[in-house]
């Protein structure tokens, strides 16, 4: 079993770029897939972006395609969220999720673990 914990969240202008990282403990982080998501006020929880175990292999919805990008630092056992041009829109509670198969996926049910959160707001 592997427990998560986010942090870097933050109040940010619109624009501005904030890094978010899932650190993972009990186990290697590599040996899993781990997927962002992201619960704004009244909205369902959506996918934002992953990384595949194995081969590192990345995934994104389109609305972040190009701004955001997710990447595994195997040394320190964590998975970050660097996150460029943020909009107001971006606002919402964002939440790392590990998975043991290779496969990148955008349903949350895919995932048996989660971490607790971590705000992101960004002012206009």
């Known amino acids: 079993q592997v427990q998560l914990v986010e942090s870097g969240g933050g109040l940010v202008q619109v624009g501005e770029s904030l890094t978010l990282s899932c650190a993972a403990s009990?186990?290697?982080?590599?040996?899993?897939?781990v997927a962002w998501f992201r619960q704004a006020p009244g909205k369902e929880r959506e996918f934002v972006a992953a990384?595949?175990?194995?081969?590192?292999?990345?995934g994104y919805t389109n609305f972040v395609k190009g701004r955001f990008t997710v990447s595994r630092d195997n040394a320190k056992n964590t998975v970050a969220l660097q996150m460029n041009s943020l909009k107001p829109e971006d606002t919402a509670v964002y939440y790392c999720?590990?998975?043991?198969?290779?496969?990148?996926?955008?349903?949350?049910?895919?995932?048996?673990?989660w971490g607790q959160g971590t705000q992101v707001t960004v002012s206009s």
């Open positions: 999720a590990a998975q043991a198969i290779s496969r990148i996926s955008s349903y949350s049910r895919h995932y048996d673990y």
């Open positions: 009990g186990r290697t982080f590599s040996s899993y897939t």
């Open positions: 990384i595949r175990r194995g081969d590192d292999s990345t």
